[in-house]
């Protein structure tokens, strides 16, 4: 989808490109992919950049253009990872400003383009909107990690009574989704500092907004690699316990073997094909029944004093 706006705020739609404005670029069709190499002259070399769900952040700077891609946090909708990340490019012309990304996400999302309505007044400067994209993306880190932390939480309180891999492959995701943000919040820091010292792109700065945008960066990187650090231990700690669980499973049934391996172990022989002293006697099977219980109960208490049940 392709919306062209008047300015970066996101209040007027039009239909045609004008000097300064701003288009929004998100899940292009390949006939869109066509009118921006079209219409708007974007390299198809870039197009396929931006589009690339490995991209790396950068900065590229050319006679007539500047290029610069993030990452921002996505929120899966499949069955894999809950959280992943993706590029977004923002394409700067001469003329317009343009930002491609190739999913939805709630950095510049579909249904309200702009993260910046709520400001009574508009915004014209450029730099004013990237590092704005940036503080935004930061704080939506920080929003994903702490769902995170709660996700990782309810597993725990799973696997302390598991004896399976399943919470255990849910907690593996968990720490795939802190690879990918750790790795694309310390990229997105580069890409900022070297925004920071631009001459090309920066002549002058909102310094609390880069400020601002860099706190947001760094506290995303810390929180990621605290949780990072903390799940690894806990992957470590929680395969033991599934382990021990197991183990005590496996304990109880040998234990329950034995007991019931009593009564068998006196049925059977009472019940071989040779004389014994009860052949003839009428209460040989309440006998038998009754030394079975009794002797498998005497098991049940002497591994109940050993603690072993």
């Known amino acids: 989808m392709i919306k062209i706006f008047k300015t970066f705020g996101g209040y007027i739609e039009i239909p045609i490109l004008q000097k300064g404005c701003w288009i929004n670029v998100i899940q292009p069709t390949p006939d869109e992919i066509q009118r921006l190499s079209k219409d708007f002259q974007l390299p198809g070399d870039t197009i396929n950049d931006i589009l690339d769900v490995d991209e790396r952040p950068r900065i590229e700077f050319d006679e007539e253009w500047s290029l610069i891609i993030m990452r921002i946090p996505i929120a899966s909708t499949n069955n894999s990872v809950p959280f992943h990340t993706v590029p977004l490019g923002i394409y700067l012309a001469e003329n317009f400003t343009l930002t491609l990304c190739l999913q939805n996400n709630e950095i510049l999302p579909l249904e309200q383009s702009s993260p910046f309505r709520e400001?009574?007044?508009?915004?014209?400067?450029?730099?004013?909107?990237?590092?704005?994209?940036?503080?935004?993306?930061g704080n939506m880190y920080l929003k994903y990690l702490k769902q995170i932390n709660q996700m990782t939480g309810l597993?725990?309180?799973?696997?302390?009574?598991?004896?399976?891999?399943?919470?255990?492959?849910?907690?593996?995701?968990?720490?795939?989704?802190?690879?990918?943000?750790?790795?694309?919040?310390?990229?997105?820091?580069?890409?900022?500092?070297?925004?920071?010292?631009?001459k090309k792109i920066i002549t002058e700065i909102n310094e609390d907004l880069l400020e601002d945008a860099f706190i947001e960066n760094k506290q995303a990187l810390e929180?990621?690699?605290?949780?990072?650090?903390?799940?690894?231990?806990?992957?470590?700690?929680?395969?033991?316990?599934?382990?021990?669980?197991?183990?005590?499973?496996?304990?109880?049934?040998?234990?329950?073997?034995?007991?019931?391996?009593?009564?068998?172990?006196?049925a059977s022989i009472f019940g071989m094909n040779v004389p014994n002293f009860m052949e003839n006697s009428s209460l040989a099977l309440p006998s038998i029944i009754v030394f079975s219980l009794l002797f498998s109960f005497l098991g049940v208490i002497i591994f109940r004093r050993r603690q072993w049940f």
Do not use: H, W
């Open 223 to 266: 929180m990621a690699q605290i949780y990072s650090d903390i799940q690894s231990g806990m992957m470590d700690a929680f395969a033991s316990v599934i382990s021990n669980n197991l183990n005590v499973v496996m304990k109880q049934l040998t234990l329950i073997s034995i007991i019931l391996m009593i009564p068998t172990l006196i």
């Open 119 to 137: 400001q009574y007044s508009q915004i014209t400067d450029v730099i004013n909107f990237i590092l704005r994209l940036f503080l935004r993306t």
């Open 155 to 198: 597993i725990e309180q799973d696997l302390e009574r598991s004896i399976k891999n399943k919470e255990l492959n849910k907690l593996l995701k968990m720490e795939k989704c802190l690879v990918y943000f750790i790795t694309s919040i310390k990229a997105n820091d580069i890409v900022l500092a070297r925004l920071k010292n631009s």
